[in-house]
């Protein structure tokens, strides 16, 4: 039943380098599988450390410079450091962002329902980099002078303002008042923006983590501060709109547009601007090269609203309404089909998946239309009488992690899964005692990088009877394995299988 186990070369890449970064700092501190919250920590070191030295910056074109370079040089122990900060924390906030947006990518998580996160994502590219460039200008010393220049030169390419913004802006008195009102008052109100735009991106997300680790959190601190104290940030010399500005040193996090805006013209790297902006946005609705299977359906005469579902589903796509059929039940699942990703999560959680139950009522109260559990029980009985030898053993997999077809034997049977938590541990116990097999093996995605975020979690939780549905605790746990492994890693699955075998030949037969 595989789907995809994908493996295009981007992939593997990313996998490897992952893969590289997890052997230096373990599976749980592994910076690429916390972009997300890292670009949240970055978000909040940005704003304490702004605070700090908003509260010594004066508004005005006499002003502005001299009381950065107060804070910066008479007190750079403290507004100094916090100046620093504030400027890597900054580019480390678009650094951790553009490796998301690629990981993203890369892994094909911006199709389906997940279009909501990518375009929510697009847009914030552009309010950080808007916001970082309004940073620059605060300082008003020559990078800042040249990046206003030019972005008023840029913007008057675009038909939209009756007078040329140059002539409003770029005279002294001008920009005395307005444009140093406008980006003090820009500074404050467009990270509010980015804030209230980070929580419309996350909306649809059940659990999201938006803080890393605390070891990883307190590594990243202690980077920002040495680079404050190895590399202090300072400023351009004082702008001067009589003198064409020297050699700049631009920062390539921010600033990338204006060395173009040098070489191209302004009509060009708008339509470069628009361009990647229109593409990123049409993106999760290009043709896939997998078809989405069809999404959850409730069967409400199956549905005893435990809410299990809801609190499983990783994506906000399941929720509890008031009972609507008459059954003695106070609620019900209902699906939204626009937020489900067709993972199955849902089924594995529902207490209605078990398998023990009886042939003419074998419908869970939620079901994947393409993969009812009656096909799956019936898929894996008669995978299993077929088995022979003396070790045999049921593999569940995940069509997004190691491949395990290549494991399927004349002793070992093997079921893959669009996600591994669609299965409900009572299948795994079916298997042992209906099936007769020596030991299931679960296997799924690289612990921390779950495909669909939550199911290795939820997995490992059943399977330690500390979150429903439970193994049962008459399984023989021993008669279980785990196995966490991505579609780069099938060697080390199949030696995990062999010593996996090896423990259970040490177990009292079962035939
Ligand atoms: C600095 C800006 C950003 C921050 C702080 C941020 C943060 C996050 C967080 C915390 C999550 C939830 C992660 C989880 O718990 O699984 C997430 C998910 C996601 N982000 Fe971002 N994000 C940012 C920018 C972007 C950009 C630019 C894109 C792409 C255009 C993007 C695409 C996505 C997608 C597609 C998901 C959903 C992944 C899934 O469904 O599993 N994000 N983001
Ligand atoms: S299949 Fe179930 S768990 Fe997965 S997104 Fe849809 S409703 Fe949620
Ligand atoms: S887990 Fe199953 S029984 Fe419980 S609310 Fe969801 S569909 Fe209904």
């Given at each position: ?30 910076p690429m599988y916390h972009l997300g919250a890292l670009g949240f920590y970055f978000f909040w ?48 906030l678009?650094?951790v962002m553009?490796l998301h947006l690629l990981r993203e990518y890369i892994l094909g998580r911006y199709r389906g329902a997940r279009w909501f996160a990518w375009v929510t994502g697009v847009i914030l590219i552009?309010m950080i ?65 980015i804030l209230f735009m980070l929580w419309v991106h996350i909306m649809r997300i059940s659990y999201p983590v938006v803080n890393p680790r ?66 990123l946005?049409?993106l999760p ?7 989405q299977?069809?999404v959850a ?10 809410g299990l579902c809801v609190a499983d589903c990783p994506y906000e796509a399941v929720v509890m ?12 699942a209902v699906v939204v089909p626009d937020r489900c990703v067709s993972c199955g999560i849902c089924?594995g959680a ?50 997004n ?17 669009p996600c591994i938590a669609m ?21 799924g995605c690289?612990e921390g990088d779950c495909f669909h975020r939550l199911g290795v979690s939820w997995v490992?939780e ?5 979150r ?44």
């Amino acid at each position: 039943m595989s789907i995809n186990n994908r493996t295009s070369f981007a992939h593997r890449g990313l996998l490897w380098v992952e893969g590289a970064l997890n052997r230096v700092f373990g599976n749980s501190l592994n910076p690429m599988y916390h972009l997300g919250a890292l670009g949240f920590y970055f978000f909040w070191v940005v704003a304490i450390s702004g605070a700090y030295i908003y509260a010594f910056y004066k508004t005005g074109i006499e002003l502005s410079h001299p009381s950065v370079e107060y804070f910066t040089n008479e007190q750079w122990y403290l507004g100094g450091i916090m100046r620093s900060v504030h400027r890597y924390a900054s580019d480390a906030l678009v650094l951790v962002m553009f490796l998301h947006l690629l990981r993203e990518y890369i892994l094909g998580r911006y199709r389906g329902a997940r279009w909501f996160a990518w375009v929510t994502g697009v847009i914030l590219i552009w309010m950080i980099l808007t916001a970082g460039i309004n940073g620059y200008w605060m300082v008003w010393d020559q990078l800042a002078q040249f990046t206003v220049v030019t972005t008023v030169e840029w913007f008057d390419w675009l038909p939209i303002f009756s007078e040329p913004m140059a002539r409003t802006f770029i005279t002294y008195e001008a920009l005395n008042d307005r444009f140093f009102t406008l980006i003090s008052f820009a500074h404050v109100t467009v990270p509010l923006l980015i804030l209230f735009m980070l929580w419309v991106h996350i909306m649809r997300i059940s659990y999201p983590v938006v803080n890393p680790r605390k070891r990883l959190a307190i590594g990243m601190l202690l980077t920002l501060l040495a680079l404050s104290l190895i590399v202090p940030v300072q400023s351009q010399g004082l702008a001067d709109m009589s003198v064409e500005p020297r050699v700049l040193q631009i920062d390539w996090f921010y600033l990338w547009v204006y060395p173009l805006l040098g070489v191209w013209s302004a009509g060009q790297v708008w339509a470069l601007v628009f361009g990647i902006t229109l593409l990123l946005c049409v993106l999760p609705w290009l043709p896939a090269r997998n078809k989405q299977i069809p999404v959850a359906e409730v069967s409400l005469k199956d549905c005893s609203g435990c809410g299990l579902c809801v609190a499983d589903c990783p994506y906000e796509a399941v929720v509890m309404r008031p009972r609507s059929d008459g059954l003695n039940f106070p609620e019900e699942a209902v699906v939204v089909p626009d937020r489900c990703v067709s993972c199955g999560i849902c089924v594995g959680a529902c207490p209605s998946s078990n398998p023990f139950r009886g042939d003419d009522q074998y419908i869970s109260g939620i079901e994947m239309p393409s993969l009812p559990m009656s096909a799956l029980r019936a898929a894996v009985t008669k995978d299993l009488s077929t088995l022979e030898g003396d070790l045999r053993v049921m593999v569940f997999g995940c069509d997004n992690a190691a491949n395990i077809e290549v494991l399927r034997s004349k002793s070992i049977a093997v079921l893959s899964l669009p996600c591994i938590a669609m299965l409900p541990p009572s299948l795994a116990e079916y298997a042992l005692r209906e099936g007769g097999v020596d030991g299931v093996l679960i296997t799924g995605c690289r612990e921390g990088d779950c495909f669909h975020r939550l199911g290795v979690s939820w997995v490992t939780e059943r399977l330690a009877a500390e979150r429903e549905p439970r193994l049962r605790s008459r399984v023989q746990r021993e008669r279980v394995g785990e196995c966490w492994a991505s579609s780069l890693d099938n060697h080390e699955l199949a030696v995990a299988l062999n010593s996996f075998r090896a423990s259970l030949s040490k177990l009292p037969k079962v035939r």
